[in-house]
T-cell receptor, first 111, second 116 residues
Framework: GQSLEQPSEVTAVEGAIVQINCTYQ??????LSWYQQHDGGAPTFLSY????GLEETGRFSSFLSRSDSYGYLLLQELQMKDSASYFC????????????FGTGTRLLVSP | GAVVSQHPSRVICKSGTSVKIECRSL??????MFWYRQFPKQSLMLMAT?????????EQGVEKDKFLINHASLTLSTLTVTSAHPEDSSFYIC????????????FGPGTRLLVL
């Protein structure tokens, strides 16, 4: 089976930096993605790592260590609108390269 | 960016009826589309992979006779929840990747199903 573990909830204040971790055990690995989902909405793509290292996209950065089966999403200069659920997702390198989602982390940003 | 649409966005039905949900890729072609289900405050669970012109591939534990999938063209996949029951009430989300390539998997806005 597939297992992707994330902390269930993280709280932070505006302007702060927060890191959301993801550890995974999957039958195959092609890359690690991160998605943001606001309540009632669809997931929106944030970043993708296929190789080890850090990918930076504006205020968001994502890191991957394939040897450790570990990645994280780093959110800087937090804003109230960043309050949402964040999911890591592994793209499998088998079959149709389907995307398997982590347990999700609810981020609450306070003033 | 690429857009995936779903219809309807919300549906309420009586127990025992069937509900069809459409998923369309609006500006790209998708050989493969994915159907997910999400219960409140939980993660997205992959139900099945929809393949254009062939049978869908279902995840373990998902009843193929209950969740009928038809991928009739490179831009349309449908999910029919047959004989719906209250426990089928959930948020159903489809997703697709551009046939032309790329790493991004695009998600539809989701369909909220409530079975009374």
């Amino acid at each position: 089976g597939q297992s992707l573990e994330q902390p269930s909830e993280v709280t932070a204040v505006e302007g702060a930096i927060v890191q959301i971790n993801c550890t995974y055990q999957t039958s195959g690995f092609y890359g690690l993605s991160w998605y943001q989902q606001h309540d009632g909405g669809a997931p929106t793509f944030l970043s993708y790592n296929a190789l080890d290292g850090l990918e930076e996209t504006g205020r968001f950065s994502s890191f991957l260590s394939r040897s450790d089966s570990y990645g994280y999403l780093l959110l800087q200069e937090l804003q109230m609108k960043d309050s949402a659920s964040y999911f890591c997702a592994v793209r499998l390198n088998t079959g149709f390269q389907k995307l398997v989602f982590g347990t999700g982390t609810r981020l609450l940003v306070s003033p | 960016g690429a857009v995936v649409s779903q219809h309807p966005s919300r549906v309420i039905c009586k127990s025992g009826t069937s509900v069809k949900i459409e998923c369309r890729s609006l500006d790209f072609q998708a050989t493969t589309m994915f159907w997910y289900r999400q219960f409140p405050k939980q993660s997205l669970m992959l139900m099945a992979t929809s393949n254009e012109g062939s049978k869908a591939t279902y995840e373990q534990g998902v009843e193929k006779d209950k969740f009928l999938i038809n991928h009739a063209s490179l831009t349309l996949s449908t999910l029919t929840v047959t004989s719906a029951h209250p426990e089928d009430s959930s948020f159903y989300i489809c997703s697709a990747r551009d046939l032309a390539g790329g790493e991004t998997q695009y998600f539809g806005p989701g369909t909220r199903l409530l079975v009374l």
